[in-house]
């Protein structure tokens, strides 16, 4: 049955149907569709709009036709156009004819832009619980690796001797920022359209600073017209996941990097690998290849969203019925992902000792020979100069700068005296780095 057949005498065709239908993808939010009608009947009783006892009827009705969705009793199927047609034709087969009162005063259009922002307030508040535990998870790798030493690198090329302490601390920093972001884009979106009808609000005296406290909004939104063709708040919750997604490629794009054969700095758990059809000694890390593989979904979502809205006249059109399928994929791809990404850190082997003895050689402490000479009075040009002899003596040796002699240093500079070696030890290298924000300054 459809909302709309009074004007109609023809048959829709069967592929405008399938073309035209939501119910396939509106359905995953039949509880904030539900949630919001609750809130709208109530308000119409006490607003005298419909008898206080149909609303009553409507709420109850509502209230049940949800457990029994949850339940699994009710199964949302058929060819109802979209969720808003299923659920209210559900309610009148049930309860009858204060079924019918429901819609009053409220369009489809403010209905569904209530339910994909309630729905979108649901996910946030998610992904910032799934957020915060990926942070302890850090926070656990971080405390217990102030004094694993790695190398750092720049163009991936070995650079200085950090710590894992370090290097998960700017992964932290990251995720950090995405909660904050999340909570600045919930902040803006906080606003309740119910109310807006159509587009032009309602003859009704709707009181929609009711709904919208009801519905845990901090205000309702203040243009109907605005209401109804807004998705500023899904766009930047899109962008949002993006940036979280882009985070978890990089890492696990490290974490594959790290778990290479040549690298060994960590070994992913079974859990997260698979192995090969044809290559016996195969452990893959696909869980980290399929995160930052997805990434370009998650970026497709916000690009896709940005492109339809990009030349829609006001107020409600049809086009922003495709704000939806993307935007579901993108979020359960983050959602995922994230959670995909703690467990595979809970369980993943840090080799403390293949990355300190891959940060002693690569010269990664050479300039900490150069600052060795800055402090004996050598200019840093002249400092770098001598060190980069330093460096072509070791390669003609094949040793580190730690193994060269004091007479080997001495034949380059004889300023160098024989604390060279403690100046220049992993540790003294991370530990006096001790600038605001350095490995050495990590509380
Ligand atoms: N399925 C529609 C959407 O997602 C619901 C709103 C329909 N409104 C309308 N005037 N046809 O946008």
């Not at 979106?189 to 009181?207: I, K, R």
Request: hydrophobic residues 35%; contains cysteine; glycine residues 8%.
């Amino acid at each position: 049955m459809k909302l709309w057949g009074g004007r109609f005498t023809g048959e829709t065709d069967q592929l405008v149907e399938a073309f035209n239908e939501s119910l396939s993808f509106d359905r995953r939010f039949y509880k904030q569709d539900i949630t919001g009608s609750i809130a709208h009947a109530r308000m119409l009783g006490r607003q005298g709009i419909i008898p206080e006892d149909d609303a009553r009827k409507i709420v109850a009705g509502l209230e049940e036709i949800l457990k029994d969705i949850e339940d699994g009793k009710l199964k949302i199927e058929g060819d109802a156009e979209d969720i808003h047609s299923f659920i209210e034709a559900e309610l009148t087969q049930r309860i009858g004819e204060p079924g019918k009162r429901l819609h009053t005063g409220r369009s489809r259009n403010d209905q569904v832009a209530l339910d994909m922002k309630l729905y979108t307030r649901d996910e946030l508040d998610d992904m910032i619980g799934h957020l915060e535990t990926l942070l302890q998870e850090l926070d656990a790798i971080i405390s217990d690796n102030k004094k694993t030493y790695m190398p750092g690198f720049t163009h991936l090329q070995k650079a200085q001797p950090t710590t894992l302490a370090h290097h998960m601390g700017a992964y932290r920093e990251m995720f950090r920022r995405d909660v904050s972001r999340l909570k600045d884009t919930r902040a803006r979106l906080n606003e309740c359209p119910l109310g807006a009808g159509a587009f032009a609000g309602t003859t009704y005296p709707l009181d929609r600073e009711f709904t919208a406290r009801e519905l845990g909004f901090d205000r309702p939104t203040a243009n109907s017209m605005d209401s109804v063709s807004d998705r500023d708040y899904l766009l930047e919750y899109l962008f949002d996941l993006a940036t979280i997604q882009m985070h978890l490629s990089r890492l696990s794009e490290e974490i594959i990097i790290w778990n290479t054969n040549e690298y060994r700095f960590v070994t992913i758990s079974d859990a997260y690998s698979t192995g090969s059809s044809i290559m016996p000694q195969k452990k893959n890390p696909d869980i980290a290849e399929l995160i930052r593989g997805k990434t370009g979904r998650v970026y497709g979502a916000l690009q896709s969203l940005l492109v339809t809205m990009k030349g829609l006249p006001l107020a409600y059109n049809k086009d922003m019925q495709e704000d939806k399928e993307m935007a579901f994929d993108a979020m359960d791809t983050v959602r995922h992902s994230v959670i995909l990404m703690t467990g595979m850190l809970k369980s993943m082997q840090w080799n403390k000792e293949r990355m300190e003895a891959s940060a002693k050689n690569g010269f990664t402490n050479a300039t900490d020979v150069a600052d060795y000479l800055v402090r004996k009075g050598v200019p840093f040009r002249t400092a770098h100069g001598l060190v980069g002899e330093l460096v072509l003596l070791c390669e003609k040796k094949n040793c580190a700068l730690d193994d060269l002699s004091i007479e080997e240093f001495r034949s380059v500079c004889d300023k160098i005296d024989g604390d060279i070696y403690d100046a220049i030890s992993l540790e003294t290298c991370v530990n006096n780095r001790k600038t605001l924000g350095a490995p050495g300054a990590m509380e």
